[in-house]
């Protein structure tokens, strides 16, 4: 499977920082503290910095994150950097050695004006940052570690032992690039789920609004607790909501269709997912972040080269949701934001 760099027709919507509130934003994060040890307050910190953006700025960011109708992707563009970058670590990261994490308190900064950030046990081993970097390991995967493979469309989803892995999952995602691919091979597609049901048949849509596909849970619960094998959801429907406001839910790690029409829904929703009036695609640089709603659409990755030699692809992401409350039950004793 490819993707072709064209310019969809609703096209992606964008939010760019003048070089004066990049700088200024700049100076308000280069001194703050790596987050992982005090996440909650350099949040804090993060937040107040992106208050002092301009209110147009703030507003488009904050719309993003609380209406119905805006976009399901935003890029956010001319955002501060790092002066001095370590190299791309080579083991799926964390890195160890920054000497400021301007890339952190941007990707916090942008996720607490969605949510709040959250972590879960079997993600990154609970850490709140992930840090998205190719491995040699997880080559030829479907997960944040492949490269020599097409990434298929998919929402970022979480096991729960209720059935469905479509309720603790996050609202949002937030994707920083640190380091762009150097061949700029790795593109990053967003299917809207509107968008998406336009180009589908009327027939295709009912079947995929029926319960008859099981999302298989996320590659670091079933290495965790089941040696790699499936566990697979209840049989739920792709698609749920109004029509004119649909969720969607697909999981990377495999979906089970339990009849012959579900198996050509589910191939027609991942071809239609790819076509140039559908997926909104970017090739994500230095200083630009793509803010992602996790449940009205879905996003892929196509292959590229990695050489494993300090100057790959790295991004940093973050889960965020709306409030933490209807998880409360999974929340790891003695900490906030991280979860079974």
Not at 28 to 39: A, I, S, V, Y
Not at 119 to 143: M, N, W, Y
Not at 196 to 215: G, K, N
Not at 303 to 327: E, H, P
Request: aromatic letters at 6%.
């Amino acid at each position: 499977m490819t993707l072709t760099q064209t310019t969809p027709v609703k096209g992606i919507a964008r939010i760019a920082l003048s070089n004066e509130s990049r700088d200024a934003l700049f100076e308000h994060l280069k001194g703050l503290p790596n987050p992982e040890p005090q996440m909650d307050w350099v949040t804090t910190l993060a937040h107040k910095a992106f208050a002092t953006l301009p209110a147009e700025t703030l507003q488009a960011i904050l719309d993003f994150g609380r209406h119905v109708d805006t976009p399901g992707v935003t890029l956010v563009e001319n955002l501060p950097v790092d002066l001095d970058l370590p190299p791309t670590p080579s083991n799926g990261g964390p890195c160890v050695g920054k000497s400021t994490y301007v890339a952190e308190s941007v990707l916090l900064g942008l996720s607490g004006l969605l949510g709040e950030p959250v972590s879960f046990l079997t993600e990154k081993d609970g850490r709140a940052v992930h840090d998205i970097i190719p491995t040699a390991a997880g080559a030829q995967t479907q997960t944040s570690q492949g490269s020599d493979v097409f990434l298929n469309f998919h929402n970022d989803i979480v096991h729960d032992a209720g059935g469905r892995y479509d309720v603790s999952n996050p609202d949002f995602l937030v994707l920083n690039c640190l380091r762009p691919d150097l061949a700029g091979e790795a593109l990053t597609a967003y299917a809207d789920a509107r968008d998406l049901t336009d180009h589908l048949d009327d027939t295709t849509i009912e079947v995929l609004r029926s319960p008859l596909f099981q999302l298989n849970a996320p590659g670091g619960y079933t290495r965790m607790f089941a040696g790699g094998r499936e566990v697979l959801s209840e049989p739920v429907p792709l698609l749920t909501g109004p029509a004119e406001a649909p969720e969607i839910a697909v999981a990377a790690n495999g979906v089970r269709r339990l009849t012959p029409e579900a198996d050509a829904a589910f191939d027609t929703l991942q071809k239609v997912a790819r076509h140039p009036e559908v997926a909104q695609i970017v090739s994500l640089r230095a200083g630009q972040a793509l803010l992602i709603n996790n449940r009205k659409g879905i996003h892929a990755r196509s292959r590229f080269t990695a050489r494993y030699d300090g100057k790959d692809r790295w991004l940093q992401r973050t889960y965020v949701r709306r409030s933490l409350w209807n998880i409360r039950d999974r929340v790891v004793e003695g900490s906030r934001r991280t979860h079974r």
